[in-house]
């Protein structure tokens, strides 16, 4: 059983940062792959960037340039760097593990953008 808990939403003006967290329990953290999924309002879940445990990372087009994800596997905690934030990010932002048939999701944490 792997336990994630994010932390690091809140409310931001446009143009803004945030830094979410995403702090995970045992010992195969290093050798997951972890994800940053969002869901707004009414629409589906989507991915927003993912890291796999070589390093190597994808992101949703509409955050790139904007958004930096990355993981410290010394601390079991993967990190998302939010920057340029607009109200279209706004959303509940959920932390995803991934490893072979393993999948767990945190809680999720709320992102709003807004003036």
């Known amino acids: 059983q792997v336990q994630l808990v994010e932390s690091g939403g809140g409310l931001v003006q446009p143009g803004g940062s945030l830094r979410l967290s995403c702090a995970a329990s045992?010992?195969?953290?290093?050798?997951?792959?972890m994800g940053w999924y969002r869901q707004a309002p009414g629409k589906q879940r989507e991915l927003v960037a993912l890291m796999t445990s070589g390093g190597s990372t994808t992101y949703a087009d509409s955050v790139k340039g904007r958004f930096t994800i990355s993981r410290d596997n010394a601390k079991n905690t993967m990190y998302l760097q939010m920057n340029s934030l607009e109200p279209e990010d706004t959303a509940v932002y959920y932390c995803?593990?991934?490893?072979?048939?393993?999948?767990?999701w945190g809680q999720g944490t709320q992102v709003t953008v807004s003036s």
């Open positions: 045992g010992s195969i953290f290093s050798i997951a792959t």
């Open positions: 995803n593990f991934r490893w072979i048939r393993l999948e767990y």
